[in-house]
């Protein structure tokens, strides 16, 4: 796959005129990031050594930097302890369900952390705009349960942190724009994405409300604003990190030992059309 230079080169001249944005340092950048890191590794160690449990979820618009500050975040933690969860649309049995039943399944145990890559949140969002709930009760009636089935996560022993990424109507047309041009990004693209500018107004109404309706003492929703992503991410992991308090877990010392040297051993020839080709110059 080619990257089409010239459609990307007539997007990017497209916005060239929006006002500069000052940005953060690029190296500044990748050394507070590596930091952040670090300490999410101490975080992990923590949850595991005490058991805890913790579920993050991450709202917002299309193109609004979710899924760039979640790969941030597990990008150095260990997979069985630390995953994402990003559930596809419903299918027709999951709409017969209980609303929350197809989450439950990927909550966690103790000494775990999940990501909600979008979450239960749906249905105040996507699902009331653009008219996937079957009637309107349905929405209002997940406005009113949701504080209860958060109150009773949170009894459970569950750390719940609830995030809502903002951008403004602009930053999000730049990014879809460049995603459109740039076939590396296009499969971020779906059919609700390119329906969402026309119903902008709608989003930002329903996320008012569910800001207002779902934001409780035992899980309140904290706000990133996203129009600059280096500083989102950087802000958005800081934060995390206050969020539960934790300590250096100390471990004994790592000592790998000699390789066993057996005689008697010898290495079996493997034959040259098993091995994949080397295409490249070293």
């Known amino acids: ?22 940005g953060i340092d690029r190296a ?13 590794v101490k975080l992990q ?4 050594d005490r058991k805890l449990k913790a579920v993050v979820i991450f709202e917002g618009r299309d193109a609004a930097g979710k899924g760039g500050v979640i790969k941030r975040i597990n990008q150095r933690l260990n997979p069985r302890v630390c995953r994402v969860a990003a559930l596809p649309a419903p299918n027709e049995r999951e709409r017969a369900q209980w609303y929350f039943q197809r989450y439950v399944p990927h909550l966690l145990a103790g000494g775990e952390i999940v990501l909600f890559d979008r979450s239960w949140y749906n249905r105040a969002g996507v699902e009331r705009v653009m008219g996937f709930c079957k009637k309107e009760d349905e929405c209002e009636e997940f406005l009113r349960t949701v504080p209860e089935f958060e109150k ?6 569950i750390k719940l942190i609830k ?18 041009h740039d076939p ?7 059919p609700i994405d390119l329906e969402s ?3 902008w107004e709608a989003y930002t109404r329903a996320k008012e409300v569910m800001l207002e309706r779902t934001h409780i003492p035992e899980a309140p929703w904290f706000v990133v604003e996203a129009v600059e992503k280096k500083k989102a991410r950087l802000n958005c992991i800081r934060h995390l990190l206050s969020q539960v308090p934790y300590q250096e877990v100390k471990r004994p ?11 008697d051993y010898h290495r079996s020839p493997i034959p040259k059309e098993m091995y994949v080709p080397d295409a490249y110059e070293s």
């Open 253 to 263: 010392p790592i000592y790998l030992p000699p390789r066993a040297q057996n005689p």
């Open 184 to 190: 590396l990004k296009q499969w971020k693209l779906s």
């Open 45 to 48: 160690d923590w949850v595991v």
């Open 163 to 180: 995030y809502s990424f903002s951008i403004t109507d602009d930053e999000q047309h730049f990014r879809s724009m460049m995603r459109i």
């Open 1 to 22: 796959m080619e990257i089409d230079e010239d459609r990307l080169q007539k997007a990017i001249e497209e916005f060239a005129e929006r006002p500069e944005q000052a």
């Open 197 to 199: 500018p026309l119903r």
């Open 152 to 157: 009773m996560l949170v009894r459970s022993g």
């Open 28 to 40: 500044f950048y990748f050394r507070e990031l590596f930091r952040l890191q670090g300490e999410l």
